[in-house]
């Protein structure tokens, strides 16, 4: 496993769990609307910042394009991008289930070469690197 991806896991797992820490919150689940009608909620914009610092202090040099962030543009010029939807499935998480997850992705010349989805509720970490396949990792024993 690269390095990369071993920061990239410590950074999902982390983000895990923070967002069962951050979902207790008063409020947590009380969601806002978006301008283009979808919910967000305050876990899913301290996700997004968390998710944001740690991504640009580990590769500075690679642009970011979060869900909550207040750009979507896809920064020109970049040959590296990651891509992240904090809290993929506000709507189930705002309702209490546990179909939500925590999704990051690394393209390199538009492809995607990296991916993880975090799967708080459930400790788990899928994970996937180009090449290499697809895996399941257990948030609790880092085994996968």
């Not at 895990?16 to 978006?34: C, F, R, T, V, Y």
Request: charged residues 25%; aromatic residues 8%.
């Amino acid at each position: 496993m690269n390095q990369e991806l071993e920061i990239l896991l410590k950074i999902t797992e982390q983000a895990n769990a923070h967002a069962m820490e951050w979902s207790q919150l008063s409020g947590a689940n009380d969601p806002e609307i978006k301008d283009d009608g979808s919910p967000v909620t305050v876990v899913d914009k301290k996700l997004n910042q968390f998710l944001s610092d740690q991504i640009r202090s580990h590769f500075p040099n690679d642009g970011f394009v979060g869900e909550e962030s207040d750009s979507h543009a896809v920064p020109i010029g970049l040959d590296r991008v990651w891509y992240v939807d904090p809290l993929d499935g506000t709507k189930e998480f705002v309702k209490g289930t546990n179909e939500w997850s925590t999704i990051l992705g690394l393209c390199e010349s538009n492809v995607p070469v990296l991916a993880t989805v975090g799967h708080p509720t459930e400790n788990f970490v899928y994970y996937a690197q180009k090449g290499k396949g697809a895996f399941r990792r257990n948030s609790l024993t880092g085994k996968d």
